[in-house]
Each structure stands twice: as C-alpha cells, then as structure tokens.
C-alpha cells in the first residue's frame, strides 16, 4: 500500500469527548498534511507540516489541535467537536513541499461521526 | 477563477466507450500537475502525473495545454472499475503552498 497509516479507522464520539486521530508514514518524506472531506464535499486543507513545524492553518477552529512530534508522525487532537465536524479525515504526506514532480501519498482515513 | 476546477459530472459510460475530462488552472506558473483517482469511501490515489509533452499508462493519457491553462485525462476501452471520483491535482510551485485539488469529476461506467 502507500506507506502512510491511520489510525483509529472509525471513530464515533459524542460532543464532549476528547480524542486523538494518529498518522504515521514510512516513507521517509518530511511534509505532512491533514484534510477534511465531508460527504459529496471536495477536500478541505486543514494543516500542513513541514520538518516538524507547521506552516499552514487554513482557518481550523481551536477545537482541532495538531502536533507533529517528528517528521514521520502527526496527531490530530479532537475536543468539543460538533456534529457538522462528522467527515472522512485524511493524512498525506509528501518529500518535501519545495517545487518539483513531487506530490502527496494519502493515507485510508479515519471517518469520524460525532454525535 | 477558481484556482483548479472540474466539470462534477457525472458521467455515465457504457463499457468499452472512450471518455475524457477536462480540468482548467487558473495560475499560470504553475508546473506540475496529476490525476488522482478516488474510490467511494476510501483515499484518494495517484493516477498519474502530468507532463508537458503529455503521457500514456496503458489506456490512460493525460495532456497539458499550457497556453490554454488545462489538463486533459482520457480513458479508453472503459472498464466497469475505472468508476470512481477524478481529481485534478495542481502544483502552484510558489513558495510553501501545497497542492490544490480540483472538487472531482465522477465517472460511471455501467455495464
């Protein structure tokens, strides 16, 4: 497969819960993303990384946290969500984000259903 | 403009027809471009890069008009697994921004 992991595959939570969404990749990249598809819905660009440090937010609410302990793991931190936040998310990763033929390998995603 | 945009679809193919997307940028130093694929319910996944003098995967080819700012994606001798979701992929090649998807084109192909 691609090389780039999720984890859990489903979650459902209630709008209280906290709970963490984990990716890893073996590819040895150092860019890593996370995205939103809702149904019938394009993907949305939530963060990315870049070494560890995170270049982009595209306008997430703060009850979506990332963190990026290294180059091959990313978590997403979940609190207080509401149900709309009910999606497929999806982690990527990519060599670097220089220009260049490279482009992004996604991972299966976690679809989560808030209740 | 949107940045990358695509015609939703559907489109609904018998087996064996020949189909082609079309996918229009709207940022002109644009240099890399791909097709991605995407199943219902699962990741999206490379097709296929795009490159300037165009290219072939067995039934697929992909066309770059620069001058026109668009891609192209042909399939041939469709086959009832190509159904799925297209997604024109574009890198903007400026500074940090990572790729832009286009929204998917979803094709049908139908026995």
């Known amino acids: 497969e691609t090389g780039v992991t999720q984890t859990p595959r489903h979650l459902v939570m209630g709008m209280t819960n906290k709970k963490s969404l984990k990716c890893e990749q073996h590819l040895g990249h150092n860019a890593m993303y996370w995205y939103k598809q809702s149904a019938k819905k394009p993907l949305e660009l939530m963060f990315v990384y870049n070494f560890k440090e995170q270049t982009e937010n595209n306008s997430v609410p703060s009850r979506f946290s990332p963190e990026c302990p290294n180059s091959s793991h990313l978590f997403l931190h979940l609190h207080t969500l509401q149900p709309e936040d009910s999606a497929l998310y999806l982690c990527?990763?990519?060599?670097?984000?220089?220009?260049?033929?490279?482009?992004?390998?996604f991972g299966p995603g976690t679809r989560l259903l808030v209740l | 403009r949107k940045e990358v945009e695509q015609d939703p679809g559907p489109f609904n193919v018998p087996e064996g027809a020949t189909v082609a997307f079309n996918c229009t940028y709207s940022?002109?130093?644009?240099?890399?471009f791909f097709w991605y694929r995407q199943d219902c319910r699962k990741e999206p996944k490379l097709l296929m890069s795009v490159y300037s003098s165009g290219n072939e995967d067995g039934r697929f080819t992909a066309q770059l008009n620069r001058a026109s700012q668009y891609i192209s994606l042909l399939i041939r001798d469709s086959k009832l697994s190509d159904s799925a979701t297209y997604l024109c992929v574009v890198n903007p090649l400026s500074g940090n921004t990572p790729l832009v998807f286009g929204k998917g084109t979803r094709l049908s192909v139908i026995a």
């Open positions: 990527a990763s990519s060599p670097t984000l220089t220009p260049g033929r490279e482009t992004q390998y």
């Open positions: 940022n002109s130093a644009s240099q890399s």
